[in-house]
C-alpha cells in the first residue's frame, strides 16, 4: 500500500509560479515512475508529467514543456512540480501517481496509486 500527499495549490495571477509537492508513504521501494496529472472542470484528467524515481528520466505534456519542472528528491520521498509563467488554462485539480512497475508513460491506467489533489487557480 501506498499513499501520496500532494500540497502547494492556491491560487495565483497569470504569469506566476507555484511549486506542488508529493509525498508518498509505505511500500514504495523499487524502479518506478511518478507523474502529475490534472484535471479541469468538465474535462479529463490528462497527463502533466512523470519521472522516473532514480531522476534519470522525465517527461511533459506538450502544453507544459518549458514552464513546468518535475523533480525527485529520493531522502524525502518527496516529488515536485515547479510550474512557471503560469496560464489561466492551467487551472485544474493536480494530481500526484506512482506506478510501481516502471513502465511510465502519460496513460492514467499504469499508475497503481494517487493522491487526494490540491486545486491550483490561475487568475487573469
Known amino acids: 500500500q501506498v499513499h501520496l500527499v500532494e500540497s502547494g495549490g492556491g491560487l495565483v495571477q497569470a504569469g506566476g509560479s507555484l511549486r506542488l509537492s508529493c509525498a508518498a508513504s509505505g511500500r514504495t521501494l523499487g524502479s518506478y515512475f511518478m507523474g502529475w496529472f490534472r484535471q479541469a472542470p468538465g474535462k479529463e484528467r490528462e497527463f502533466v508529467a512523470a519521472i522516473r524515481w532514480s531522476g534519470t528520466s522525465t517527461f511533459y505534456a506538450d502544453s507544459v514543456k518549458v514552464r513546468f519542472t518535475i523533480s525527485a528528491d529520493i531522502a524525502k520521498n518527496t516529488v515536485y512540480l515547479q510550474m512557471n509563467s503560469l496560464k489561466p488554462e492551467d487551472t485544474a485539480v493536480y494530481y500526484c501517481?506512482?506506478?510501481?512497475?516502471?513502465?511510465?508513460?502519460?496513460?492514467?491506467?499504469?499508475?497503481?496509486?494517487w493522491g487526494q489533489g490540491t486545486q491550483v487557480t490561475v487568475s487573469s
Open positions: 501517481a506512482i506506478d510501481l512497475h516502471g513502465v511510465g508513460g502519460t496513460a492514467m491506467g499504469v499508475y497503481d496509486y
